[in-house]
């Protein structure tokens, strides 16, 4: 199962290394998405593969460990997806305001000669 979603992350950030590299602003933007999903899809994992078990404490049992889900790294992907959005939407009206300006969403500002 490992194996499945590390090969999993590493096409998705991959894919967005590709699109990374591209001459347009919002195929740049699409693959800084990818690659904060598969950053977000990495921590998540990170913390473990755990099916069927709380990631909390049930009320008036003792607290075990091994019984438990890790909280920090869904905690933490949560705040990266919060973070991700806002820095999503800055990046899209950046660009809006970019292609206003230059009248092309090209990275470089101006399209090559044919």
């Known amino acids: ?32 998405l990818l690659m904060s999903y598969a950053v977000n899809l990495f921590i998540f994992v990170m913390g473990g593969l755990a099916v069927d078990r709380p990631p909390l ?7 075990d460990p091994a019984a438990l889900a890790d909280p920090v790294p869904q905690a933490l992907v949560l705040t990266a997806i919060v973070i ?18 230059a009248g092309t969403d090209h990275v470089d500002g101006a399209e090559p000669p044919p």
């Not at 590709?18 to 800084?32: A, K, M, N, T």
């Not at 404490?57 to 607290?63: L, Q």
């Not at 991700?84 to 300006?101: E, W």
């Open 84 to 101: 991700g959005f806002a820095t999503t939407a800055l990046y899209l009206v950046v660009m809006i305001g970019a292609r206003g300006l």
């Open 57 to 63: 404490t049930p009320p008036g049992k003792v607290a």
């Open 1 to 32: 199962m490992e194996a499945v979603i590390s090969l999993a992350i590493g096409i998705v950030f991959g894919a967005g290394i590709w699109l990374i590299l591209r001459p347009r602003s919002f195929q740049v933007l699409i693959g800084l």
